[in-house]
């Protein structure tokens, strides 16, 4: 049975309303842990799901913001972890040749000496990131002046309470 108009634009409201790109969620839900190396407590981290359905080229993110219980994490607290190498959020745009699978998930590192207390947190994440692909037409460098998927980041918030056990 075909869908109506009214009914197809629900379902673009839906995954819109999301916050996500193309549906999918930022955050891993009950991912929140303190991070304890030989008995001494260095931080916390949450993982990030994939941003898209496809994959992602880790360049195209261009920022990660990250709140917890209402505190704004300073960038140079925070380390982005993927396949084993540890990136900074200013160096994430140099990564043009590290892919972030569909399936993977990234784990976001907080230095901060006693991590975070039992109990529930309230984290927020904000992740700007860049179309990685586009129109393309042109001599290479004509038609991409108005082309705002490459110079407009998307905006993807999302917020979740999960808990330090």
């Not at 673009?12 to 193309?22: M, P, R, T, Y």
């Not at 930022?26 to 303190?34: K, P």
């Not at 261009?62 to 540890?86: A, F, Q, S, W, Y």
């Not at 990234?106 to 992740?127: E, M, S, T, W």
């Amino acid at each position: 049975m075909e869908k109506s108009i009214e009914e197809r634009k629900k379902v673009v409201e839906a995954i819109l309303n999301k916050g996500g790109f193309f549906g999918a969620s930022a955050l891993v839900e009950d991912s929140l842990e303190n991070r304890v190396i030989e008995g001494v407590t260095t931080g916390y981290s949450i993982r990030l799901g994939n941003l898209s359905y496809r994959g992602v080229w880790l360049s195209t993110v261009e920022d990660i913001e990250l709140t917890v219980d209402g505190e704004k994490i300073p960038h140079d607290h925070i380390m982005v972890e993927l396949n084993g190498n540890k990136y900074s959020i200013c160096d994430l745009v140099n990564q043009t040749e590290t892919f972030w699978g569909a399936k993977d998930s990234c784990r976001v590192i907080v230095y901060q000496v006693g991590g975070l207390a039992k109990g529930p947190h309230k984290i927020d994440v904000v992740v700007l990131k860049r179309s990685d692909f586009g129109h393309s037409y042109g001599e290479g460098t004509e038609g991409y002046e108005e082309a705002v998927e490459f110079h407009t980041p998307q905006r993807m918030t999302e917020s979740m309470t999960m808990e330090i056990r």
